[in-house]
């Protein structure tokens, strides 16, 4: 069955550390694969993407994404967290056809000061 | 920038009466999508439509739930008999359908039902 599995519910991290948000996927085809944001009381804004070619991808707000075919993984980094980085993220896969997103269950990212 | 707009952003509603959220996708998208976020919960997807006709549903969209392209511009989603388990944020998204686009979905920044 196609999924999207976010292992940590809730993370905390002191402002100024790094991050490591955890993605794993099962796919049975080619995946493409996002993470998107959500701010309290706000819509998805995505962060990044990954569909072909380097699988080391760069996104808004300094984020990036390393996709790992053989481990099925798309964890999201940042090297120094900013209180703003505050919100709900979920990582997401889907392929290029019309077909849905399938989203994970999401993690909540907290920053202390 | 072009955007996904949804409207209302927030509506109550009485149980059993019928709601209709509205959506203008961006204007140059083919795929069209209705997903549910009920209160911490995560991002179901309910309905994506394409081509005047719905491409795929999950099990969330039953008989209650229907879509429907009434314009070239606005994309609704309309709820016949409203349940209290359908409070939720209903989120609408678009994507371009030309080859070589990269999948992704915009989003509306959602409409808050509250069925009481």
Redesign the interface.
Request: net charge negative.
């Given at each position: 069955a196609q999924s999207v599995t976010q292992p940590d519910i809730h993370i905390t991290v002191s402002e100024g550390a790094s991050l490591e948000l955890r993605c794993n996927y099962s796919y049975g085809a080619t995946p493409y694969l996002f993470w998107y944001v959500q701010s309290p009381g706000q819509g998805l804004q995505l962060l990044l993407k990954y569909f072909s070619g380097d699988t080391l991808v760069q996104g808004i707000k300094g984020f990036e994404a390393e996709f790992k075919r053989s481990q099925s993984s798309f964890n999201l980094r940042k090297p120094s967290v900013h209180w703003s980085d505050a919100a709900e993220y979920f990582c997401a896969v889907g392929n290029q056809a019309g077909t849905a997103l399938i989203f994970g269950k999401g993690t909540t990212l907290s920053v202390s000061s | 920038e072009p955007e996904v707009t949804q409207t209302p952003s927030h509506q109550v509603t009485q149980m059993g009466q019928e709601v209709i959220l509205r959506c203008v996708p961006i204007s140059n998208h083919?795929?069209f999508?209705w997903?549910r976020q009920i209160l911490g919960?995560?991002?179901?997807?309910l309905v994506?439509f394409?081509n005047n006709e719905i491409?795929?549903k999950?099990e969330i969209f039953d008989d209650q739930f229907s879509v429907e392209r009434p314009d070239g511009s606005n994309f609704t989603l309309k709820i016949r008999s409203t349940k209290l388990e359908d409070s939720a944020m209903y989120?609408c998204?678009s994507?371009e359908?030309t080859s070589g686009?990269?999948?992704?979905?915009?989003?509306?920044?959602?409409s808050r039902l509250t069925v009481l």
């Open positions: - | 083919l795929y999508y997903y919960q995560k991002v179901e997807f994506s394409y491409s795929e999950s989120f998204a994507r359908g686009h990269t999948g992704e979905l915009f989003f509306g920044e959602g």
